[in-house]
């Protein structure tokens, strides 16, 4: 699986999470293949203006699989949120052109949850989502401002909408 089909799923379901602390999930970066000095990846821009990214990296060899957390992660931890997110959601989605996911670690990056999301997919190609985030003006709420949030139907039904065959006009 190429890359960038990897990050048009986690985008499209990104955008079908509706989380309402998110305004704005675009694409970004040059390069086709991590590694590179412009790394595809996805912008997440979240209420205060701070972004968290997925970004395409090397898959190390001696990353490690850690376990989701079971609380709630404060908003300053953008990046680890964003992360927890996306294995939340791909867990509802469970896409067909991924057979497995799972957050990792990996020494030397230290993180408070986990450094990446590593992904199998179908075709047995591995795609390494590492997490980053950048500060927005204002400053991040300390508690979660959407505590209640609980992923829409609508990320299950994901690919449905987006392989649906254009619906063609009634006949009167």
């Known amino acids: 699986m190429q890359v960038s089909q990897a990050l048009d799923v986690m985008t499209a379901i ?3 999470a509706e989380h309402p602390d998110i305004v704005e999930v675009t694409r970004y970066g040059a390069d086709t293949q991590p590694g590179g ?7 997440v821009r979240h209420q205060s203006g701070t972004a968290a990214m997925l970004w395409a990296g090397v898959p190390p060899r ?5 376990p ?15 992360l927890v997110l996306a294995q939340q959601l791909l867990d509802v989605a469970r ?3 991924f057979t497995s996911w799972e957050l ?8 408070p949850v986990a450094a990446a999301i590593r992904i199998t997919a179908s075709d047995r190609s591995v795609i390494y989502l590492r997490a980053t985030a950048a500060s927005g003006g204002a400053g991040e709420p300390e ?4 505590p209640d949030y609980q992923i829409p139907q609508g990320v299950q ?5 987006r392989n649906a065959p254009p619906a063609e006009p009634a006949s009167v």
């Open 14 to 16: 990104l955008r079908a």
């Open 62 to 66: 001696d990353a490690t699989p850690v």
């Open 37 to 43: 000095q412009s790394p595809p990846g996805i912008k």
């Open 95 to 97: 896409p067909e052109v």
């Open 68 to 82: 989701l957390p079971t609380g709630p992660l404060p908003p300053k931890q953008r990046a680890a949120r964003i």
């Open 104 to 111: 990792c670690q990996q020494p030397g990056v230290e993180v």
């Open 143 to 146: 508690t979660d401002p959407y």
């Open 157 to 161: 039904s994901w690919h449905l909408s």
